[in-house]
T-cell receptor, first 115, second 114 residues
Framework: AQKITQTQPGMFVQEKEAVTLDCTYD???????LFWYKQPSSGEMIFLIY??????QNATEGRYSLNFQKARKSANLVISASQLGDSAMYFC????????????FGTGTRLTVIP | EAGVVQSPRYKIIEKKQPVAFWCNPI?????LYWYLQNLGQGPELLIR????????DSQLPKDRFSAERLKGVDSTLKIQPAELGDSAVYLC????????????FGPGTRLTVL
């Protein structure tokens, strides 16, 4: 079974600074995928970034990068140059071979960007 | 391109009443998901459809919840009768096949059971 752990219920960051949101995972699958989603107050889950377990390089998408440490089973999200619009809930999720394309989500981290 | 559409956005009902949620996925997406999101939690899968077939409904409380996707396009999730504990956000998502990485989510339906 897959398990995602996000230990930071809330984080604060100054505008224009970088912030790291933590995510650790547990799985017995050899092949899996890790995702980060953003959920603003409007409620919609917005896909940010994906990392495959066999990808050798860390994924990057604009200001988002995923710090993937396979041996530690961690997949931290780094947001550079934070903007006020980044204030939202952030969820780490995993997809494993078990359960096909089903996503297993963590409990989320609420990020607040301070002007 | 239109995203995943859900309706209604908000629903308030009294306990023991029935309720239904509707989802229209992105055109061409054959895989459709219904998730339940309790307050302060991440979404949890209720059911996954591949075209019109429910291929994973292991987390769906079948005594009161039902779902259908008759023509392999839009889908309806029903609760009958609703209980106080069903108050949550119900999210619908779709993807192109099961290997494609990204699931696209709709805005959700926020259900309040009084």
């Amino acid at each position: 079974a897959q398990k995602i752990t996000q230990t930071q219920p809330g984080m604060f960051v100054q505008e224009k600074e970088a912030v790291t949101l933590d995510c650790t995972y547990d799985t017995s699958d050899q092949s899996y995928g890790l995702f980060w989603y953003k959920q603003p107050s409007s409620g919609e889950m917005i896909f940010l970034i994906y990392q495959g377990s066999y990808d050798e390089q860390n994924a990057t998408e604009g200001r988002y990068s995923l710090n993937f440490q396979k041996a530690r089973k961690s997949a931290n999200l780094v947001i550079s140059a934070s903007q006020l619009g980044d204030s939202a809930m952030y969820f780490c999720a995993m997809r494993g071979k078990t359960g096909a394309n089903n996503l297993f989500f963590g409990t989320g981290t609420r990020l607040t960007v301070i002007p | 391109e239109a995203g995943v559409v859900q309706s209604p956005r908000y629903k308030i009902i009294e306990k023991k009443q029935p309720v239904a949620f509707w989802c229209n996925p992105i055109s061409g997406h054959n895989t459709l998901y219904w998730y339940l999101q309790n307050l302060g939690q991440g979404p949890e899968l209720l059911i996954r459809y591949e075209n019109e077939e429910a291929v994973d409904d292991s987390q769906l409380p079948k005594d009161r919840f039902s779902a259908e996707r008759l023509k392999g396009v839009d889908s309806t999730l029903k609760i009958q009768p609703a209980e106080l504990g069903d108050s949550a956000v119900y999210l619908c998502a779709s993807s192109f096949g099961i290997e494609y990485n990204e699931q696209f989510f709709g805005p959700g339906t926020r259900l309040t059971v009084l």
